[in-house]
């Protein structure tokens, strides 16, 4: 694929994702064998089955109406690009694709995102999305459940209890 065809398919898929919302449109972009795999925590499918079901009961819907991303950086290669993302919400919906069995916590969160699209036969066949999930984690509060305060933009990990 050109680097345009790329960029343009790329560009629709994450539209349906986030503007549309609309799972079909977004599976239309992937090939018949897609993976997406959110690595920090886990997350995603393998197969247009488990695919498509992750997208419409965890993914599509899951961001908050806040959600603003911007993309900070693109680089294309053979087959692929990756893709650098800002995204900035307040976390007020259940989101279990990047927090797990959180409720929705009404915290600000700020991230950045690394994904790696791969392509092949002109649609999207891979996904894999990167993350600091500490970063998330102490945004949301939830240090405090491993053995760390949060306080005053500072975090302060008391070594583990003895048993």
């Given at each position: 694929?050109?680097?345009?065809?790329?960029e343009?398919?790329?560009?629709?898929?994450i539209?349906?994702?986030?503007?549309?919302?609309?799972?079909?449109?977004?599976?239309a972009?992937?090939?018949?064998?897609?993976?997406?795999?959110?690595?920090?925590?886990?997350?995603?499918g393998?197969?247009?089955a488990?695919?498509?079901?992750?997208?419409?009961?965890?993914?599509?819907?899951?961001?908050?109406d806040?959600?603003?991303?911007t993309?900070?950086?693109?680089?294309?290669?053979c087959?692929?690009?990756?893709?650098?993302?800002?995204?900035?919400?307040?976390?007020?919906?259940?989101?279990?694709w990047?927090l797990?069995?959180v409720?929705?916590t009404?915290?600000v969160?700020e991230?950045?995102f690394?994904?790696?699209?791969?392509?092949?036969?002109?649609?999207?066949?891979c996904?894999?999305?990167?993350w600091?999930?500490?970063?998330?984690?102490r945004?949301?509060?939830?240090?405090?459940?491993v053995?760390?305060?949060?306080?005053?933009?500072?975090?302060?990990?008391?070594?583990p209890?003895a048993?």
């Open positions: 694929m050109t680097q345009h065809e790329m343009h398919l790329w560009d629709e898929h539209r349906h994702e986030f503007v549309t919302k609309d799972v079909e449109a977004t599976m972009t992937m090939v018949e064998d897609p993976s997406v795999h959110n690595v920090p925590v886990n997350t995603g393998t197969g247009k488990q695919v498509r079901a992750f997208y419409r009961d965890v993914f599509i819907g899951s961001w908050p806040d959600l603003q991303m993309t900070t950086n693109r680089v294309y290669g087959d692929q690009l990756v893709e650098e993302i800002h995204a900035r919400f307040t976390h007020t919906n259940r989101m279990d990047f797990p069995g409720p929705a009404h915290r969160v991230v950045d690394v994904v790696i699209v791969q392509f092949r036969d002109g649609k999207l066949a996904e894999r999305i990167y600091d999930q500490a970063t998330v984690l945004q949301v509060g939830l240090p405090s459940i053995g760390c305060e949060v306080g005053s933009g500072t975090t302060d990990c008391a070594p209890t048993y």
